[in-house]
């Protein structure tokens, strides 16, 4: 099939369905993005108050909307698959390659759904290091809380790779400094 013939064949007025297809289900991932962000949002703010209590039902939150978006994402494969073999393009196309051969209003469209989905995947992105760092910083301070309390290191090890059973001194704490 030519590449115009899904701006060919629809009538004046007429949206072309594998299109109309695909941009609804492009709308629901980025709801779904919009969500995920969130919910890495509210983890975050979770360790920055140091609110472990909820921290295991936000990680849970976090995971359910990302097979949320792994769902979308099969959908989407699906409607792309079809707008495409209208298009003449081959299966499985970017949606840049689907920008580029998609008539007007669609490639417009569509490249405002890839716009959106860079930002927000830039977001997410920094948000969930973030999140890391913050899950790092207060494991580091757990394990030094525990050298402080048991006297034992957790991270020292033997030359040989075994833990090592060695108690550490007793510390002094200056209060003044």
């Not at 990302?66 to 698959?81: H, N, P, Q, T």
């Not at 840049?96 to 997410?124: C, K, S, Y």
């Amino acid at each position: 099939m030519p590449p115009n013939t899904l701006a060919q064949t629809a009538l004046p007025g007429q949206v072309p369905m594998p299109m109309n297809n695909v941009s609804t289900i492009l709308w629901r991932e980025r709801q779904l993005l919009e969500l995920l962000l969130f919910k890495l949002e509210e983890e975050q703010l979770l360790l920055a108050a140091g609110r472990v209590r909820w921290l295991a039902k936000a990680a849970h939150e976090v995971e359910t909307v990302l097979g949320e978006i792994k769902a979308a994402e099969l959908a989407r494969s699906m409607e792309v698959d079809a707008a495409a073999r209208e298009l003449g393009l081959g299966p499985n196309p970017s949606l840049g390659e689907l920008i580029d051969i998609a008539p007007e209003p669609w490639r417009g469209i569509l490249a405002d759904h890839r716009d959106a989905f860079l930002t927000m995947t830039q977001e997410i992105l920094s948000v969930a290091g973030s999140n890391r760092e913050l899950l790092a910083r207060g494991q580091r301070a757990v394990q030094d809380a525990l050298v402080f309390v048991n006297g034992v290191d957790a991270d020292t090890y033997t030359p040989g790779g075994n833990r090592s059973d060695r108690s550490s001194s007793p510390v002094l704490v200056n209060e003044v400094l």
